[in-house]
């Protein structure tokens, strides 16, 4: 069974950093597509940057591109997200989540299948 669990989340002021990890367990996930997703109360779960198996390459949202830097370490299974100059508009409970089998690069919720329980990131003004 696939587990995710995410952390690093907290309250920041706005401009500063914050750096989000997931630890994923249950498989091996070099194979596979990493992402991150967030969830603002009232709005609908968004994604923020996604990371290929393969190669390394990143997507990213653009509310988030130049802030963030999403990075993975095969050999611990863990995926990072980087954030900095944060913005009140950051907050929301960010989720990682494993891309299904076959998606090399994934970037819409339909492309993941397994997903962390969050972390919240509150951002102040």
């Known amino acids: 069974q696939v587990q995710l669990v995410e952390s690093g989340g907290g309250l920041v002021q706005a401009g500063g950093s914050l750096r989000l990890s997931c630890a994923a367990s249950g498989r091996t996930f070099s194979s596979y597509a990493m992402g991150w997703f967030r969830q603002a109360p009232g709005k609908k779960r968004e994604f923020v940057a996604s990371?290929?198996?393969?190669?390394?390459?990143?997507y990213y949202a653009d509310s988030v591109k130049g802030r963030f830097t999403i990075s993975r370490d095969n050999a611990k299974n863990t995926v990072y997200l980087q954030m900095n100059s944060l913005k009140p508009e950051d907050t929301a409970v960010y989720h990682c989540?494993?891309?299904?089998?076959?998606?090399?690069?994934?970037?819409?919720?339909?492309?993941?299948?397994?997903w962390g329980q969050g972390t919240q990131v509150t951002v102040s003004s």
């Open positions: 989540a494993v891309g299904r089998d076959g998606i090399h690069i994934a970037t819409m919720s339909a492309d993941f299948g397994s």
């Open positions: 990371i290929t198996w393969s190669d390394g390459s990143a």
